[in-house]
């Protein structure tokens, strides 16, 4: 979500507003469709937190990610998870 933190707050004001006769729910899947079954094998997978590290690198390289604009971090962590990927060690 991008925007001033006054604009966000405007978004979720008016949002917050609404009624439930209000909101357009046309685009929800039924999910009731997929039956007991389905819900009965559903998994909820949680992702591992992120550890917070120090590491140096060429101030060229973190500066082409910071212009990248927001989340650069994630960013900088997809480049390493897809290099260890194509190394063949999971």
């Known amino acids: 979500m991008r925007g001033s933190k006054k604009s966000i707050k405007s978004d979720l004001d ?3 507003a609404l009624k ?5 729910y046309s685009e ?3 999910l009731s469709a997929l039956g007991k079954e ?10 591992e937190p992120k550890v ?4 140096r690198m060429d101030r060229e390289v973190l500066d082409w990610f910071k ?3 927001k989340g ?3 960013q900088i962590n997809a480049v390493l998870r897809a290099y260890k990927e194509a190394q063949g060690r999971a």
């Open 52 to 55: 917070q590290v120090t590491i």
């Open 14 to 16: 008016r949002i917050d």
């Open 72 to 74: 650069y971090q994630t």
């Open 28 to 30: 929800i899947p039924d």
């Open 38 to 47: 389905f819900w009965d094998r559903a998994v909820v997978k949680r992702t």
């Open 67 to 69: 212009a990248r604009g």
């Open 20 to 24: 439930d006769e209000d909101i357009d």
